[in-house]
Structure formats: C-alpha cells, structure tokens
C-alpha cells in the first residue's frame, strides 16, 4: 500500500528521503485516479525498502500539487535527492512507473 503524504510530512518523507521517491497527486473524484491508484500501490509493494511510493490527496493537500506545478490529475513525480527529476501525467502503463524509479536504482 502506498504511504499518504500530506503538506506536513511531504519535506520529510519525500525531499529528504535517502530513496528514489515516486509521489501520485490523485483527489477521490478523479475517475483517471482510480485506474492509476491501484497500480502506483503494486510498485509501492513490489519497491519496498528500496524506493519511497506515496500519494498526495490534492484536495487535503494542495501546497506541494502547487510548489512542483501540478495542474492535472493523476501526475506522478519522480525525486531523488530532494529534486525531481520525472513527470507523468495522465493515466499510463505499469511499466512507464517502474521504469522511472529504476533508472534511479
């Protein structure tokens, strides 16, 4: 299962993670978010202890879908060391994902 990330425990779980750090901005109303959800919490199982998988709720959560720019949902960015360095947007294939975290590997 993916771990929730809201704007309070973003900057510590994601920007100072010492992990590859892959974060789906998703909101409850988003059919596209429901098809995505599902896969972003297989990676989050397949990756676990070697990279970060989490979701910000755009509607609880809107400071950091603001800071990195994030205008449509579902978009998943990609971070390592605190920066990003990967953007998706929209609904895409499994492997699209798991790519991302393991050119960071």
Known sequence: MALEITDATFEEKVLKSDKPVMVDFWAAWCGPCKMVGPVIDEI?????????????????????????GVRNIPTVLVFNNGELVGRQVGVS???TYTKAIDELL
């Open 44 to 68: 989050s199982n397949e990756y676990e202890g070697k990279a970060v998988v989490g979701k910000v709720d755009v509607d609880a959560n809107q400071e950091f879908a603001a800071k990195y």
């Open 93 to 95: 294939p499994k492997d």
